[in-house]
């Protein structure tokens, strides 16, 4: 019988070995825990479609953040849940510094100075039709949106964002926001843009969320294909990083994460900034409902899930399981 003389196996007999040969290990630095605010005091609210995670009132959502720096997580980003009443077709609310969203980052900012906020920049969460960017005769306008957002990002920097997040997608606002930030004299204030963020199916329990679906009303796109990337591309999410890149961006991510992983992977090896990778709502959901139904177990699909997308190269993972991944890496043991 012919023996083999290469054995990958030998480096597989057990934890010490495993453990001396495996090439990366992901850690409590790296990770950003996203939740939801909403108004109001004492308020917790499960979100039935993402199981695990509840929209939270400012008060609330700070218990939430002492138990993740308890743990190590240093990095939050909040995202808005705002009422109907404080939308309206021009999401005049993002750039006031009343809105939920400002209220937020400045309440976390003033109770957390140890930690950093991410604050996101786009007009969803303030537009009664879900969308990103300002509607004008049915078309999502790039210029006029992107002098908001950079309004936007420069007040949510003063509330205390350490992070600005555009996550809309529309072209040259990191540039607008890097010179408006500037000149407010932000100049630390780091920008994470949302490089390739694909037009994907994965954001359904995200705007479940929100309530920020894009809305079917005659005369308003039902989806968001016009500024959000087609899945079917990975030299465009290149070209995307780099525009923004060369416009200021500190930090470039990838949105969904698990779906993919071939353009975070692209990403690292092409590019020398900092690459974040979202493991989004969908892809969280999909790891509890299946836990419930018995088809898997949570803790190992979502270890697994954070390990592929460090191994594919993210230096930065957005989860809202980071919570229950800082105590699986806590409680060790043969990962
Ligand atoms: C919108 C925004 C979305 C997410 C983050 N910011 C949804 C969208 O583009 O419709 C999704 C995050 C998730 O699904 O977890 N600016």
């Known amino acids: 019988m012919n023996r083999p003389v290469q054995r990958p196996r030998r480096l597989r007999n057990g934890p010490v070995v495993r453990g001396l040969v495996r090439e990366s290990t992901p850690s409590v630095e790296q990770l ?3 939740l939801f605010v909403v108004d109001g005091t004492g308020i917790r609210e499960p979100v039935q479609q993402l199981p695990g995670v509840e929209r939270r009132s400012i008060d609330e959502a700070s218990g ?7 743990l190590g997580i240093r990095a939050f980003a909040p995202f808005p849940s705002v009422r109907d009443r404080d939308k309206d077709a021009e999401a005049s609310m993002a750039t006031r510094e009343d809105s939920l969203g400002a209220r937020t980052i400045r309440a976390l900012a003033d ?15 303030y537009s009664s039709d879900g969308h990103d ?9 790039n210029d006029p949106t992107v002098d908001v957002l950079a309004e936007m990002a420069v007040m949510l920097a003063e509330c205390g964002a350490g992070i600005v997040a555009p996550s809309d997608m529309m072209d040259g606002r990191v540039g607008s926001i890097r010179t408006a930030l500037d000149r407010a004299g932000s100049t630390d204030t780091i920008i994470m843009s949302y490089a390739a963020k694909y037009a994907s199916a994965f954001y359904g329990p995200f705007r479940a969320a929100l309530d920020s679906a894009p809305t079917e009303r005659p005369g308003v796109p039902s989806d968001k294909r016009s500024y959000q990337m087609d899945p079917a591309n990975s ?3 290149v070209r995307e990083a780099r525009l923004d890149l060369e416009e200021g961006a500190d930090i470039v ?16 090896s092409e590019l020398d900034s900092p690459v974040a990778a979202y493991h989004v ?22 270890a697994e899930s954070i390990q592929s997308l460090t191994r594919a190269g993210a230096d930065i993972v957005l989860t809202y ?3 229950d991944f800082a105590r699986i890496i806590r409680a060790g043991g043969d990962r």
């Open 235 to 237: 030299n465009e999410a």
């Open 111 to 125: 109770r957390f100075p140890e930690a950093i906020l991410v604050a996101d920049v786009a007009l969803d969460p």
């Open 64 to 70: 939430l953040i002492e138990e993740a720096l308890d």
């Open 321 to 323: 399981g980071a919570i």
């Open 133 to 141: 960017g300002l509607v004008v005769d049915g078309r999502i306008v």
């Open 281 to 302: 709502s969908g892809e969280f959901a999909m790891l509890r409902f299946a836990a419930a139904a018995g088809a898997l177990r949570y803790e190992d699909a979502l």
């Open 253 to 268: 991510m990838v949105k969904p994460g698990l779906p993919y992983l071939d353009v975070i992977r692209r990403l690292r």
């Open 32 to 34: 950003v825990l996203p």
